[in-house]
């Protein structure tokens, strides 16, 4: 069983920055391949970003709207995941959410290869 809980969402003006986190709790093996992923309203979830927590390097990647701008990071000693965000847009707002799968997803991290998710985070980026 793996449990995901997500902090650290606000309100901000464009430009500024926000970290999230994510404390996991379950098997390692289990949650190795951990991402963040969003949803606007009325819009699809998407991948922002994914990490392998469990590789020494911690091979990252990024959706392309978010690259230069977003920072994903494992604390695997106390069991965190983040995503640090900045020069933050109003497009950005959403609701974040942290999810884990035991297996590798493909390279543009579908939602649908994720098998634990969080309630979410709510972004909010005014103009």
């Known amino acids: 069983q793996v449990v995901l809980v997500e902090s650290g969402g606000g309100s901000v003006q464009a430009g500024g920055s926000l970290r999230l986190s994510c404390a996991a709790a379950g098997n390692l093996y289990m949650r190795r391949y951990m991402g963040w992923f969003r949803q606007a309203p009325g819009k699809e979830r998407e991948a922002v970003a994914g990490i392998d927590i469990i590789d020494s390097d911690g091979t990252t990647s990024y959706a392309d709207s978010v690259k230069g701008r977003f920072t994903i990071s494992k604390d695997n000693a106390n069991n965190n995941l983040y995503l640090k965000m900045s020069s933050l847009k109003p497009e950005d707002t959403a609701m974040y959410y942290c999810?884990?799968?035991?297996?590798?997803?493909?390279?543009?991290?579908?939602?649908?290869?994720?098998?634990?998710w969080g309630l979410g985070t709510q972004v909010t980026v005014s103009s």
């Open positions: 999810a884990a799968n035991r297996y590798p997803p493909t390279p543009r991290l579908n939602p649908s290869e994720f098998m634990y």
